[in-house]
């Protein structure tokens, strides 16, 4: 965890309502390429840390026996349940947990899922834990839109979501360090994956990007709740400022595309898989 920073369980107070609607989904098929990475065929058992609104876990729920989400956050898993019910997904149990909390009794596991969820926790500890909970061969897995993607084949039909101009509008309230729940994250969230998980005595990363480029149409409402969706402007974080912080990026919006509706493409899905040595229990 970084060394300037310490959780607390106002991280994403109020995001959980805006969560699925407001962020991008991942590359299609990624589901489907990370089950064959893992070598998933519909028996074993995948923990999903920091699993949100259930995202990855009801996707990877089909190529397991037994699918576990576990997240800090009660409106998060009440999503997460509510989301489950009309896909009819019965495999998947619901955990309200920090990843600081394992093994929680949960037994072992095939796989374990981080999906950009790893950088807020204890990430020397929570490894080490993880190796422990693996069956032997078992895999660590983290998920993630692709960083630095190549550049876009071609213009949008649309104006692009004026993200800059709403992190300005961010600043401008919050200040211009990153807010994270009651505290601020002076040097960002934490990278070197690969440095922490090889410590914790995995074997080497094995990578996968899954295509994505797409273009998706987004409107107003769409791009509130991507704003409200991040732990660095949860709506608790402007306290009576927040119904006049929302109207101010609507104006942004208004702006940025007079007719509120804007065009972006779908990131790619990049997949890290690190496995535990089949000799070590």
Known sequence: MAA??????TLFRGSAAHYARGRLPYAPGYAGVLADALGLTGSGRLLDVGCGPGTVT??????????????PDEDMLAQAERRARP????????VHARAEDLPAGLGTFHAVVFAQSFHWT????????VRDMLEPGGAFAHVNDLKDPPPAPGPLPLPAPPYERIGDVVRRRLGPVRRAGQGSLVHGTQNQEERVLEQAGFGDCERHVVPAGEVVVRGADDLVAWVFSRSDSAPHLFGSELADFEQEVRAVLRDASPGLRFAERLPATEIRIWRKPRGVR
Do not use: F, I, K, P
């Open 122 to 129: 204890d990430r020397d500890r929570v490894a080490a834990t």
């Open 87 to 94: 896909r009819e997904v019965q495999n998947v149990r619901w």
């Open 4 to 9: 300037d920073w310490q959780w607390d369980s």
């Open 58 to 71: 009801l996707d990877m729920a089909r190529y397991v026996t037994e699918a576990v989400g576990l997240d």
